[in-house]
């Protein structure tokens, strides 16, 4: 595959994933077929700015976990208010490297 259209997928997506992934990503990329690139092109990926601002304001609920498909702690946050708050503001600081998991898991999926 080419390394400009790899670049270019990596400088319009890079902010959702870890910045100590991006030269797998690109590696993998590189090595994959042309097949799957426009596949590879066509997913969607969730926002780690927009799930932190869900968790800010609407956390306590758990929407913030449906929202990136954690639908488990999602429950667990609804059910308990968020673990009286705490779990709360736990997820503040940890919500948007979770999303960024969820979408190497997502883009690992579409590689294999």
Do not use: H
């Not at 956390?59 to 208010?81: E, H, P, S, V």
């Not at 960024?100 to 294999?112: G, I, P, T, V």
């Amino acid at each position: 595959m080419e390394s400009q259209k790899v670049d270019m997928f990596i400088m319009a997506n890079g902010k959702y994933f870890e910045s100590t992934q991006l030269m797998y990503i690109r590696d993998r990329l590189i090595s994959l077929d042309d097949s799957k690139w426009s596949v590879i092109q066509t997913l969607q990926f969730k926002d780690p700015t927009t799930s932190l601002i869900v968790s800010i304001l609407a956390g306590a609920l758990g929407i913030d976990r449906f929202m990136i498909g954690d639908t488990g702690l999602g429950i667990g946050k609804l059910l308990t208010c968020g673990g009286l708050g705490i779990w709360t503001i736990v997820d503040w600081f940890m919500i948007q490297g979770a999303t960024r998991e969820k979408n190497m898991a997502l883009l690992n999926q579409m590689l294999y």
